[in-house]
T-cell receptor, first 117, second 115 residues
Framework: AQKVTQAQTEISVVEKEDVTLDCVYE???????LFWYKQPPSGELVFLIR??????QNEISGRYSWNFQKSTSSFNFTITASQVVDSAVYFC??????????????FGTGTRLQVTL | DAGITQSPRHKVTETGTPVTLRCHQT?????MYWYRQDPGHGLRLIHY???????DKGEVSDGYSVSRSKTEDFLLTLESATSSQTSVYFC??????????????FGQGTRLTVV
């Protein structure tokens, strides 16, 4: 069964600090996809990134970067020079190929990031 | 923004009453999902659908049923609401294909309070 663990419940940083959000996953599949979502205080869920299991290249998008390591089953998310607007709950999610015709999207419990001035 | 609308956005109901939440999409996506969000639990899958009249259970399906008679609508029913079902409910849609590689788009959420 697929499982996603986000061990960090809450992280507090001061603006301009770098912060890494951890995500560890479990799957029996060789083909799967990993996702990160952001949930700001307004409550909506915003898609950030998708990564497939065959692509271990790190990805950078502005101040955001993602480190995917199959060897440790991790897909960590780093925010460089954090800003107050980064304050949100961040979710990691996993989707497997072999769950049948309807692929389940399994989420971690989320990490609440608080960025203060 | 993905065309996905949840209704109602807020609801207060009494214990023991049936409640139906509606998710409506204009994207013609094949896959639709209902999640509940609770503190400390993240998003947990209740039920999902992979086509009209094709649905399956998620990890927290007890006390809930769903129906999908049209591609665009996915209904979640609490058969007899209990206080433990007080939560924020999110509907999500995903494009067709294998349904594995596409991201999900979420509705705005429905805050349900059972008193």
């Amino acid at each position: 069964a697929q499982k996603v663990t986000q061990a960090q419940t809450e992280i507090s940083v001061v603006e301009k600090e770098d912060v890494t959000l951890d995500c560890v996953y479990e799957t029996r599949d060789t083909t799967y996809y990993l996702f990160w979502y952001k949930q700001p205080p307004s409550g909506e869920l915003v898609f950030l990134i998708r990564r497939n299991s065959f692509d271990e290249q790190n990805e950078i998008s502005g101040r955001y970067s993602w480190n995917f390591q199959k060897s440790t089953s991790s897909f960590n998310f780093t925010i460089t020079a954090s800003q107050v607007v980064d304050s949100a709950v961040y979710f990691c999610a996993l989707s497997e190929l072999t769950t049948g015709t309807a692929s389940k999207l399994t989420f971690g419990t989320g990490t609440r990031l608080q960025v203060t001035l | 923004d993905a065309g996905i609308t949840q209704s109602p956005r807020h609801k207060v109901t009494e214990t023991g009453t049936p409640v139906t939440l509606r998710c409506h999409q204009t994207e013609n996506h094949r896959y639709m999902y209902w999640y509940r969000q609770d503190p400390g639990h993240g998003l947990r899958l209740i039920h999902y659908s992979y086509g009209v009249k094709d649905t399956d259970k998620g990890e927290v399906s007890d006390g809930y049923s769903v129906s999908r008679s049209k591609t665009e609508d996915f209904l979640l029913t609490l058969e007899s609401a209990t206080s433990s079902q007080t939560s924020v409910y999110f509907c999500a849609i995903r494009e067709s294909g294998t349904g594995v590689n596409t991201e999900a788009f979420f509705g705005q959420g429905t805050r349900l309070t059972v008193v």
